[in-house]
């Protein structure tokens, strides 16, 4: 959530960055000064009644002290009044700090200068480019890999849950294993702590890392509790630091987590859908950094040089794509995807997203540390998929498809799924 101090000294800068968001803030932003306006009336009178009711308490005592119980009596009826009237300015406080706060959770975080103006993906910016790209007869889609050699069973997924819950067998479900352990290894070395946390979490969770008012539509909500299940194990690692208050020493705090990810990817269907390429479910591994506001943005390259680095040891070409304005979420600041090139498909896919979302998150969950003056202030959070794993499979099995029909296993890989080929 963008400060409400930020707001107000610096509207006009707010309205033009939300631009670059295809976000008109200018009605938003005006209501909201307009409520700010009335609620600092509102909590200035309320001060003042609550002043003077301390000193006519004060007068009250005083007065009974010395016998004038009939003038401390007229005081009494004047503290009467003025408590009701806190009362009904506290009510009005409360409604005007509601319909304040309902209107900033929904305005979008503000895009760093860095990130180009576009309406969709087609606009974004592409910034590094590895691997070769070369097209080879011998590759076919991974989805007639997975049949062929009975690592996937797209079918019984459906007969189990629905289209986007795939069951993997075999050698399939040993790779996804091995994946996932290479990943956590990986984060690990690179100095992240391992976390396990739960796969569903409360609203107020929800909430603070931005899915919620923005995605609503796009989780799986279980309404009996209340809970949501994670679309991603961003937002249960970042709220273990909800209503924290750090200390500088403190920073960075580096995690990961591999967690299953669900999403109900409403509105997706018929968008390059098939075999692995969009499901409801799949297992990911998230890195999360919470660090000081003057390091975040090179915090920023080192999370994107990591996830480049496991791509080139699973031997993927990729590339780096700066999103635009169009094509970047609600929460982040500045993102950066990664996408594989499946030959199988002649087409690029998404395998991870790193996002610099400053004091956005922190602000909605008052993560906040004390910095070399004492005073609080808000810390800025960064997340990253490192990896996502159905599109890496997918890439996987398709970039590696050798002409004799087996699938090369990376090397770096191999002592994780204990074969060389599939």
């Known amino acids: 959530m963008i400060t409400l101090n930020f707001l107000r000294e610096h509207p006009q800068e707010v309205i033009d960055r939300l631009k670059v968001k295809n976000f008109d803030a200018k009605e938003s932003v005006e209501k909201i000064l307009d409520l700010d306006a009335q609620r600092r009336v509102l909590q200035k009178t309320l001060d003042d009644n609550y002043a003077r009711q301390n000193v006519i308490a004060k007068q009250i005592g005083q007065l009974f002290k010395e016998g004038k119980a009939q003038e401390a009596q007229s005081l009494k009826e004047e503290s009467a009044t003025l408590k009701t009237a806190a009362k009904d300015i506290e009510n009005q406080l409360d409604e005007k700090e509601k319909a304040l706060n309902g209107i900033l959770v929904l305005l979008p975080n503000m895009p760093h200068a860095s990130v180009p103006v576009g309406k969709s993906a087609d606009d974004n910016e592409v910034v590094y480019q590895w691997g070769e790209f070369s097209v080879n007869p011998c590759h076919v889609p991974h989805w007639d890999v997975c049949s062929e050699k009975n690592l996937v069973d797209f079918e019984l997924g459906v007969k189990l849950t629905g289209n986007g819950f795939p069951v993997y067998r075999s050698k399939g479900a040993r790779l996804q294993r091995a994946l996932i352990n290479f990943f956590l290894d990986q984060a690990v070395a690179a100095g992240y702590e391992e976390v396990q946390v739960p796969y569903m979490v409360n609203e107020n969770s929800a909430y603070a890392t931005g899915q919620l008012p923005d995605k609503e539509g796009q989780m799986y909500h279980t309404p009996l509790d209340n809970f949501y299940l994670i679309p991603t194990a961003e937002v249960p690692v ?30 997706s269907y018929g968008k390059d859908v098939r075999g692995l390429n969009r499901l409801h479910q799949f297992d990911k591994v998230e890195i999360v950094q919470i660090v000081h506001p003057d390091h975040s943005y090179e915090v920023l390259e080192e999370m994107k040089a990591h996830v480049a680095g496991l791509l080139q040891k699973l031997e993927l070409p990729f590339r780096i794509v700066r999103l635009c304005g169009g094509d970047i979420s609600f929460t982040s600041a500045l993102t950066f995807d990664l996408e ?64 004799d029909g087996h699938v090369r296993i990376p090397k770096a890989l191999q002592a994780y799924t204990g074969f060389e080929i599939l």
């Open 238 to 267: 970042t709220n273990i630091y909800r209503d924290v208050l750090l200390k500088e020493s403190d920073f960075p705090i580096k995690h990961c987590a591999y967690s299953a990810c669900f999403r109900r990817e409403a509105g």
């Open 340 to 403: 594989v090139f499946a030959k199988g498909q002649q087409r690029w896919l998404e395998v991870s997203s790193v996002s610099n979302f400053e004091s956005f998150q922190a602000n909605r969950m008052k993560l906040r540390f004390k910095g070399e003056n004492g005073k609080p202030q808000l810390a800025h959070t960064l997340n990253g998929s490192a990896l996502a794993l159905p599109r890496v499979v997918a890439a996987l099995l398709e970039d590696h498809h050798t002409e």
